[in-house]
């Protein structure tokens, strides 16, 4: 009798893995075409023949294409590898120089991976409010992010003549795709010197003297 449960748990398990990874494939096809053919050009029956699944498969997971916009925060937010920068951070609490190199190797490695995710839903966000929303909820977590992290200082910590939305402030206008798609394209800088340029330029500007 104890067989028959241990066999549907482990069903259980198989089909939650099935449709994760359904998802991931769903994903990766939509930003493939939204990519290299745009969002206007690309339907969802592209995005199902890409991904290798029927078309009503892809509206059961998204809703529909508008919904697909998720599919592109999905990739976004996997190539940061966000569990990896909460890991970093928990492990360098009272450590201000750590926990800003820790959030620019989240931000490194989020825009070696998904730069032209973003871009793409930059761009396309002019014309499109559901990317918009998908972007501009993107940079709301993000901030969200650093002004948890810089509200855990305390007092003199920071730069004198910086509050914790300025420091958010002036850590977005450094830390951005912009910045890194310069360096890396225009410039020729590897991802790791555009890393460790971030994180000690970080410090330099945001913390105290003290602190650094």
């Known amino acids: 009798m104890g067989a028959e449960p241990e066999r549907r748990r482990y069903d259980s398990i198989r089909r939650t893995a099935q449709a994760l990874q359904t998802r991931a494939e769903i994903a990766d096809a939509a930003r493939k075409l939204f990519v ?6 690309t339907t969802v029956r592209d995005v199902a023949r890409e991904a290798g699944v029927s078309t009503p498969t892809v509206y059961s997971v998204y809703g529909n294409k508008a919904g697909l916009t998720q599919a592109l925060a999905d990739a976004a ?26 959030m620019a190797g989240f931000d490194r490695r989020l825009y070696e991976r998904a730069a032209d995710v973003i871009l ?13 929303a998908v972007y501009r909820e993107g940079r709301r977590k993000a901030d969200q992010t650093r002004v ?8 003199n910590v920071l730069r004198a003549g910086l509050d914790v939305a300025s ?21 020729g800088w590897s991802p790791d010197r ?19």
């Open 36 to 41: 290299s053919n745009g969002w206007a050009a």
């Open 77 to 102: 937010d996997l190539s940061g590898d966000l569990d990896r920068q909460i890991a970093e951070l928990d492990a360098a609490k009272g450590r201000p120089v750590l926990q800003l190199a820790a």
């Open 120 to 132: 793409l839903v930059r761009e396309a966000g002019r014309a499109e409010p559901e990317l918009d």
């Open 148 to 155: 948890a992290v810089f509200s855990e200082w305390g007092k």
């Open 167 to 187: 420091a958010v402030d002036v850590y977005a206008g450094l830390c951005n795709v912009d910045v890194y798609q310069t360096l890396i394209g225009e410039r």
């Open 194 to 212: 555009v890393e460790q340029w971030w994180a000690e330029t970080l410090a330099l500007v945001l913390l105290a003297d003290q602190v650094q």
